[in-house]
Protein backbone atom coordinates (compact mmCIF):
# COMPACT_ATOMS: atom_id res chain seq x y z
CA UNK A 1 0.00 0.00 0.00
CA UNK A 2 1.63 3.31 -1.25
CA UNK A 3 0.78 6.16 0.95
CA UNK A 4 2.00 9.30 -0.96
CA UNK A 5 -0.62 12.29 -1.15
CA UNK A 6 0.77 14.17 -4.69
CA UNK A 7 0.81 17.93 -4.39
CA UNK A 8 -1.37 19.47 -5.91
CA UNK A 9 -0.80 21.84 -8.59
CA UNK A 10 -0.63 25.91 -7.07
CA UNK A 11 0.83 28.65 -8.18
CA UNK A 12 5.00 27.88 -8.46
CA UNK A 13 5.55 30.72 -6.07
CA UNK A 14 3.97 29.45 -3.70
CA UNK A 15 6.05 28.80 -0.49
CA UNK A 16 6.66 24.73 0.22
CA UNK A 17 6.91 23.07 2.96
CA UNK A 18 10.02 20.21 3.25
CA UNK A 19 7.56 17.73 1.45
CA UNK A 20 6.72 20.33 -1.42
CA UNK A 21 3.32 20.29 -0.33
CA UNK A 22 1.96 24.28 -0.13
CA UNK A 23 -0.44 25.76 2.52
CA UNK A 24 -3.12 25.54 -0.21
CA UNK A 25 -2.92 21.13 0.26
CA UNK A 26 -4.16 22.17 4.13
CA UNK A 27 -7.11 23.39 3.18
CA UNK A 28 -10.83 22.27 3.62
CA UNK A 29 -14.14 23.48 2.12
CA UNK A 30 -15.14 27.39 2.36
CA UNK A 31 -16.34 27.84 5.94
CA UNK A 32 -20.00 27.68 6.62
CA UNK A 33 -19.96 29.36 10.27
CA UNK A 34 -20.99 32.93 11.47
CA UNK A 35 -18.34 35.56 10.50
CA UNK A 36 -15.77 36.21 13.60
CA UNK A 37 -16.62 32.64 15.26
CA UNK A 38 -13.46 31.46 17.11
CA UNK A 39 -13.54 27.97 15.59
CA UNK A 40 -12.38 29.87 12.42
CA UNK A 41 -9.12 30.82 14.39
CA UNK A 42 -8.77 27.28 15.31
CA UNK A 43 -9.53 26.15 11.83
CA UNK A 44 -6.65 28.17 10.55
CA UNK A 45 -3.87 27.32 13.05
CA UNK A 46 -4.98 23.78 12.25
CA UNK A 47 -3.86 24.17 8.85
CA UNK A 48 -0.38 26.58 9.41
CA UNK A 49 1.04 23.78 12.01
CA UNK A 50 -0.15 21.04 9.78
CA UNK A 51 1.79 22.92 6.80
CA UNK A 52 4.45 23.47 9.24
CA UNK A 53 4.93 20.25 10.78
CA UNK A 54 4.96 18.72 6.69
CA UNK A 55 2.24 16.39 7.61
CA UNK A 56 1.56 13.94 5.18
CA UNK A 57 -2.25 14.98 4.51
CA UNK A 58 -3.59 11.29 4.03
CA UNK A 59 -1.64 10.22 6.99
CA UNK A 60 -4.19 12.26 9.14
CA UNK A 61 -7.78 11.12 10.44
CA UNK A 62 -10.24 13.93 11.88
CA UNK A 63 -13.30 12.66 13.55
CA UNK A 64 -15.77 14.69 15.02
CA UNK A 65 -19.14 14.77 16.94
CA UNK A 66 -22.16 17.51 16.15
CA UNK A 67 -22.04 21.03 16.82
CA UNK A 68 -20.28 23.89 14.91
CA UNK A 69 -17.22 22.60 16.09
CA UNK A 70 -17.48 19.36 15.37
CA UNK A 71 -18.27 20.70 11.65
CA UNK A 72 -15.02 22.63 11.37
CA UNK A 73 -12.78 19.46 9.85
CA UNK A 74 -14.75 20.06 6.86
CA UNK A 75 -12.74 23.38 6.30
CA UNK A 76 -9.04 21.66 7.18
CA UNK A 77 -7.20 19.16 5.65
CA UNK A 78 -9.26 18.17 2.55
CA UNK A 79 -7.40 15.70 1.57
CA UNK A 80 -7.11 13.71 5.11
CA UNK A 81 -9.73 10.83 6.25
CA UNK A 82 -12.78 12.27 7.91
CA UNK A 83 -15.72 11.04 10.17
CA UNK A 84 -18.04 13.25 11.52
CA UNK A 85 -20.09 10.94 13.92
CA UNK A 86 -23.39 11.10 16.02
CA UNK A 87 -23.20 13.75 18.96
CA UNK A 88 -20.52 13.45 22.05
CA UNK A 89 -19.79 10.05 20.70
CA UNK A 90 -16.53 11.08 18.87
CA UNK A 91 -14.38 9.27 21.68
CA UNK A 92 -15.44 5.91 20.66
CA UNK A 93 -15.33 6.15 16.66
CA UNK A 94 -12.03 7.48 17.29
CA UNK A 95 -10.86 4.50 19.71
CA UNK A 96 -11.92 2.31 17.39
CA UNK A 97 -10.19 4.02 14.31
CA UNK A 98 -7.23 3.93 16.44
CA UNK A 99 -7.29 0.37 17.48
CA UNK A 100 -7.34 -0.72 13.42
CA UNK A 101 -4.41 1.50 11.90
CA UNK A 102 -1.97 2.77 14.79
CA UNK A 103 0.11 4.84 11.83
CA UNK A 104 -2.27 7.71 11.22
CA UNK A 105 -2.65 11.09 13.26
CA UNK A 106 -5.67 11.71 15.15
CA UNK A 107 -7.52 14.71 15.28
CA UNK A 108 -10.75 14.92 17.44
CA UNK A 109 -12.26 17.82 17.47
CA UNK A 110 -15.51 18.57 19.49
CA UNK A 111 -17.22 21.01 21.59
CA UNK A 112 -18.37 22.01 24.93
CA UNK A 113 -21.32 20.41 24.47
CA UNK A 114 -20.14 17.48 22.52
CA UNK A 115 -17.59 16.22 25.31
CA UNK A 116 -18.83 17.97 28.83
CA UNK A 117 -22.54 17.80 27.46
CA UNK A 118 -23.81 14.73 26.43
CA UNK A 119 -20.14 13.18 25.89
CA UNK A 120 -18.86 12.94 29.24
CA UNK A 121 -19.06 9.63 29.56
CA UNK A 122 -17.39 8.84 26.63
CA UNK A 123 -14.59 11.62 26.75
CA UNK A 124 -13.75 10.47 30.32
CA UNK A 125 -13.03 6.55 29.19
CA UNK A 126 -11.13 7.96 26.10
CA UNK A 127 -8.74 10.30 28.02
CA UNK A 128 -8.38 7.36 30.68
CA UNK A 129 -7.37 4.92 28.19
CA UNK A 130 -4.80 6.81 27.01
CA UNK A 131 -5.97 6.70 23.08
CA UNK A 132 -3.39 8.31 21.28
CA UNK A 133 -5.27 11.53 19.67
CA UNK A 134 -5.27 15.37 19.52
CA UNK A 135 -8.67 15.96 21.66
CA UNK A 136 -9.67 19.43 20.81
CA UNK A 137 -12.25 20.73 22.39
CA UNK A 138 -13.48 23.90 20.97
CA UNK A 139 -15.05 25.76 24.01
CA UNK A 140 -17.88 28.39 23.98
CA UNK A 141 -20.08 27.63 26.74
CA UNK A 142 -22.89 27.07 24.94
CA UNK A 143 -24.86 24.88 22.04
CA UNK A 144 -23.71 27.39 19.01
CA UNK A 145 -25.62 25.38 16.52
CA UNK A 146 -29.08 24.64 18.65
CA UNK A 147 -28.66 28.38 19.24
CA UNK A 148 -26.85 29.22 23.08
CA UNK A 149 -28.41 26.85 25.08
CA UNK A 150 -25.87 26.88 28.02
CA UNK A 151 -23.34 23.86 27.98
CA UNK A 152 -21.53 22.24 30.94
CA UNK A 153 -18.75 24.70 30.95
CA UNK A 154 -20.66 27.62 31.43
CA UNK A 155 -19.88 29.22 34.35
CA UNK A 156 -21.94 29.87 37.18
CA UNK A 157 -23.48 33.26 37.50
CA UNK A 158 -22.35 33.87 33.64
CA UNK A 159 -25.71 35.15 31.77
CA UNK A 160 -27.16 34.06 28.27
CA UNK A 161 -27.75 36.61 25.48
CA UNK A 162 -31.73 36.39 27.07
CA UNK A 163 -30.31 37.68 30.66
CA UNK A 164 -31.14 34.41 32.16
CA UNK A 165 -28.30 33.77 34.90
CA UNK A 166 -26.88 30.21 34.98
CA UNK A 167 -26.91 28.47 38.31
CA UNK A 168 -24.78 25.36 37.75
CA UNK A 169 -21.50 25.17 38.14
CA UNK A 170 -19.06 24.79 35.43
CA UNK A 171 -17.04 21.51 34.72
CA UNK A 172 -13.28 22.66 33.87
CA UNK A 173 -11.85 20.23 30.70
CA UNK A 174 -8.35 20.80 31.33
CA UNK A 175 -9.20 20.10 35.24
CA UNK A 176 -10.98 17.11 34.60
CA UNK A 177 -8.82 15.81 32.07
CA UNK A 178 -5.78 15.72 33.89
CA UNK A 179 -7.34 13.49 36.81
CA UNK A 180 -8.80 10.98 34.09
CA UNK A 181 -4.95 10.67 33.14
CA UNK A 182 -4.53 12.92 29.73
CA UNK A 183 -0.69 12.59 29.42
CA UNK A 184 -0.61 16.33 27.48
CA UNK A 185 -3.10 19.15 28.83
CA UNK A 186 -3.36 22.56 27.65
CA UNK A 187 -5.57 25.66 27.38
CA UNK A 188 -5.85 28.35 24.67
CA UNK A 189 -7.84 30.93 22.97
CA UNK A 190 -8.85 31.37 19.59
CA UNK A 191 -8.04 34.64 19.86
CA UNK A 192 -4.31 33.54 20.93
CA UNK A 193 -3.29 33.27 17.87
CA UNK A 194 0.81 32.44 18.09
CA UNK A 195 0.14 30.55 21.57
CA UNK A 196 -2.15 27.94 19.91
CA UNK A 197 -0.10 27.90 16.51
CA UNK A 198 2.85 26.58 19.19
CA UNK A 199 0.83 24.47 21.05
CA UNK A 200 -0.76 22.42 18.31
CA UNK A 201 2.58 21.75 16.91
CA UNK A 202 3.50 20.58 20.32
CA UNK A 203 0.40 18.31 20.59
CA UNK A 204 0.75 16.94 17.30
CA UNK A 205 4.17 15.29 18.15
CA UNK A 206 3.06 14.06 21.39
CA UNK A 207 2.70 10.33 21.36
CA UNK A 208 -0.49 9.63 23.75
CA UNK A 209 -4.01 11.46 25.25
CA UNK A 210 -3.56 15.18 24.04
CA UNK A 211 -6.63 17.06 25.73
CA UNK A 212 -6.79 21.48 24.56
CA UNK A 213 -9.41 23.19 25.85
CA UNK A 214 -9.63 26.03 23.31
CA UNK A 215 -12.02 28.93 24.41
CA UNK A 216 -13.34 30.58 21.34
CA UNK A 217 -16.28 32.56 21.56
CA UNK A 218 -19.91 31.88 19.95
CA UNK A 219 -20.17 35.15 18.22
CA UNK A 220 -24.00 35.10 18.26
CA UNK A 221 -25.04 33.37 20.79
CA UNK A 222 -22.08 34.12 23.75
CA UNK A 223 -20.16 37.29 22.99
CA UNK A 224 -22.33 39.67 25.49
CA UNK A 225 -21.94 41.59 28.94
CA UNK A 226 -22.02 38.62 31.29
CA UNK A 227 -20.52 36.08 29.44
CA UNK A 228 -17.35 34.58 30.43
CA UNK A 229 -16.43 33.11 26.96
CA UNK A 230 -16.32 36.24 25.28
CA UNK A 231 -13.37 37.96 23.64
CA UNK A 232 -13.97 40.75 26.04
CA UNK A 233 -13.65 38.61 28.92
CA UNK A 234 -10.96 36.55 27.60
CA UNK A 235 -9.11 39.64 27.05
CA UNK A 236 -9.26 40.85 30.57
CA UNK A 237 -9.12 37.75 32.28
CA UNK A 238 -6.27 35.62 30.36
CA UNK A 239 -3.28 34.32 32.47
CA UNK A 240 -0.77 32.74 30.22
CA UNK A 241 1.71 30.13 32.19
CA UNK A 242 4.70 31.03 30.01
CA UNK A 243 5.37 31.85 25.83
CA UNK A 244 5.78 28.34 23.75
CA UNK A 245 8.18 27.60 21.66
CA UNK A 246 7.85 24.96 19.37
CA UNK A 247 11.09 23.38 17.47
CA UNK A 248 10.15 20.15 14.68
CA UNK A 249 12.74 17.60 15.15
CA UNK A 250 13.60 18.35 11.39
CA UNK A 251 14.91 21.64 12.31
CA UNK A 252 18.07 21.70 13.57
CA UNK A 253 17.77 22.73 17.47
CA UNK A 254 20.37 24.82 17.68
CA UNK A 255 18.98 28.13 19.79
CA UNK A 256 20.53 28.16 23.29
CA UNK A 257 18.14 28.20 25.92
CA UNK A 258 18.52 29.18 29.72
CA UNK A 259 17.12 26.90 32.06
CA UNK A 260 16.47 29.08 34.96
CA UNK A 261 14.06 30.83 32.50
CA UNK A 262 13.10 28.62 30.28
CA UNK A 263 11.58 24.34 30.25
CA UNK A 264 12.94 22.61 28.02
CA UNK A 265 10.48 19.16 27.04
CA UNK A 266 12.06 16.73 24.77
CA UNK A 267 8.94 15.34 22.62
CA UNK A 268 9.13 11.86 21.54
CA UNK A 269 10.28 12.79 17.93
CA UNK A 270 13.25 14.06 19.05
CA UNK A 271 11.40 18.01 18.54
CA UNK A 272 11.49 20.59 21.50
CA UNK A 273 9.02 22.14 23.39
CA UNK A 274 10.11 25.31 24.94
CA UNK A 275 8.30 27.15 27.25
CA UNK A 276 9.68 31.01 28.51
CA UNK A 277 8.39 30.83 32.06
CA UNK A 278 6.14 34.06 33.26
CA UNK A 279 5.70 32.25 36.00
CA UNK A 280 8.57 31.22 37.91
CA UNK A 281 7.37 28.70 39.91
CA UNK A 282 5.27 26.53 37.27
CA UNK A 283 6.53 23.41 36.27
CA UNK A 284 4.20 21.60 33.38
CA UNK A 285 5.77 18.09 34.54
CA UNK A 286 4.33 17.88 38.00
CA UNK A 287 0.91 17.18 37.64
CA UNK A 288 -0.43 17.81 41.47
CA UNK A 289 0.98 21.20 41.20
CA UNK A 290 -1.01 21.81 37.75
CA UNK A 291 -4.33 20.83 39.64
CA UNK A 292 -3.52 22.95 42.63
CA UNK A 293 -2.97 25.95 40.14
CA UNK A 294 -5.65 25.16 38.27
CA UNK A 295 -8.15 25.62 41.27
CA UNK A 296 -6.10 28.48 42.09
CA UNK A 297 -6.95 29.96 38.86
CA UNK A 298 -10.66 29.02 39.07
CA UNK A 299 -11.00 30.47 42.57
CA UNK A 300 -9.12 33.65 41.13
CA UNK A 301 -11.40 34.57 38.23
CA UNK A 302 -8.74 33.59 35.84
CA UNK A 303 -8.70 31.42 32.63
CA UNK A 304 -5.29 29.87 32.80
CA UNK A 305 -3.80 28.89 29.50
CA UNK A 306 -0.35 27.66 28.38
CA UNK A 307 0.81 24.09 28.65
CA UNK A 308 -0.79 22.64 32.03
CA UNK A 309 0.96 19.20 31.86
CA UNK A 310 3.48 17.14 29.54
CA UNK A 311 4.33 13.51 30.82
CA UNK A 312 6.52 12.33 27.55
CA UNK A 313 6.41 8.48 29.41
CA UNK A 314 2.80 7.78 30.10
CA UNK A 315 1.58 4.25 29.05
CA UNK A 316 -0.71 4.60 25.41
CA UNK A 317 -3.48 2.72 24.61
CA UNK A 318 -2.04 0.74 21.54
CA UNK A 319 0.99 -0.35 23.14
CA UNK A 320 -0.53 -1.81 26.54
CA UNK A 321 -2.29 -3.71 24.44
CA UNK A 322 0.48 -5.05 22.99
CA UNK A 323 -0.89 -4.74 19.27
CA UNK A 324 0.91 -5.74 16.53
CA UNK A 325 3.61 -3.01 14.76
CA UNK A 326 1.91 -3.38 11.87
CA UNK A 327 -1.72 -1.69 11.79
CA UNK A 328 -4.37 -4.14 11.46
CA UNK A 329 -5.89 -2.58 8.78
CA UNK A 330 -3.07 -3.04 6.07
CA UNK A 331 -2.89 -6.86 7.50
CA UNK A 332 -3.41 -9.47 4.92
CA UNK A 333 -6.78 -11.61 5.57
CA UNK A 334 -4.41 -14.94 5.75
CA UNK A 335 -3.17 -13.01 9.28
CA UNK A 336 -6.47 -11.47 10.75
CA UNK A 337 -8.65 -14.12 9.19
CA UNK A 338 -8.83 -17.54 11.75
CA UNK A 339 -8.84 -20.91 9.52
CA UNK A 340 -11.82 -22.87 9.67
CA UNK A 341 -9.86 -25.42 11.82
CA UNK A 342 -10.10 -22.79 14.28
CA UNK A 343 -13.33 -21.82 14.36
CA UNK A 344 -14.23 -25.18 14.89
CA UNK A 345 -12.16 -25.92 17.88
CA UNK A 346 -13.49 -22.69 19.50
CA UNK A 347 -17.07 -23.76 18.12
CA UNK A 348 -16.08 -27.69 20.26
CA UNK A 349 -14.90 -25.49 23.47
CA UNK A 350 -18.23 -24.08 23.63
CA UNK A 351 -20.33 -27.76 23.21
C1 LIG B 1 -28.23 12.86 20.23
C2 LIG B 1 -28.39 14.31 19.90
N1 LIG B 1 -28.89 15.13 20.86
C3 LIG B 1 -29.03 16.46 20.60
C4 LIG B 1 -28.69 16.94 19.37
C5 LIG B 1 -28.89 18.43 19.07
N2 LIG B 1 -27.64 19.14 19.08
C6 LIG B 1 -26.94 19.33 17.95
S1 LIG B 1 -25.53 20.19 18.17
C7 LIG B 1 -25.87 20.35 19.83
C8 LIG B 1 -24.95 21.10 20.76
C9 LIG B 1 -23.64 21.53 20.16
O1 LIG B 1 -22.91 22.24 21.10
P1 LIG B 1 -21.35 22.18 21.11
O2 LIG B 1 -20.85 20.78 21.11
O3 LIG B 1 -20.88 23.02 22.23
O4 LIG B 1 -20.93 22.79 19.70
P2 LIG B 1 -20.97 24.29 19.18
O5 LIG B 1 -22.13 24.33 18.22
O6 LIG B 1 -21.17 25.21 20.33
O7 LIG B 1 -19.66 24.48 18.53
C10 LIG B 1 -27.05 19.71 20.18
C11 LIG B 1 -27.61 19.70 21.53
C12 LIG B 1 -28.17 16.05 18.41
N3 LIG B 1 -27.77 16.46 17.19
N4 LIG B 1 -28.04 14.73 18.70
S1 LIG C 1 -23.56 29.97 16.11
FE1 LIG C 1 -21.77 30.50 17.34
S2 LIG C 1 -20.50 28.66 17.33
FE2 LIG C 1 -21.96 28.48 15.63
S3 LIG C 1 -20.90 29.32 13.85
FE3 LIG C 1 -22.08 30.98 14.75
S4 LIG C 1 -20.63 32.00 16.12
FE4 LIG C 1 -19.77 29.99 15.67
MG1 LIG D 1 -20.27 24.97 22.25
Given at each position: MTYLTKPKFHHPGLPKNTLGYTHRDYEGAVSTLCAGCGHDSITASIIQACFELAIEPHKVAK??????????????????????????????VLTGANLANRDLIYLGVSGDGDSASIGLGQFAHAMRRGVNMVYIVENNGVYGLTKGQFSATADRGSKSKRGVTNTDSAIDMVGIALQLGASFVARSFSGDKKQLHSMLKAAIAHKGTVMLDVISPCVTFNDHEGSTKSY?????HEEPLHDINFVPAFQEIDVDYDPGSTVNVTMHDGSALRLRKIEEDYDPTNKIGAIKRIMESQEADEVLTGVLYVNTTAPNFIDMLDMTDEPLATLPESVTRPSRQVLEECMEELR
Open positions: ISGIGCSSKTPDYFLGNSHGFNSVHGRMPSKFMKD
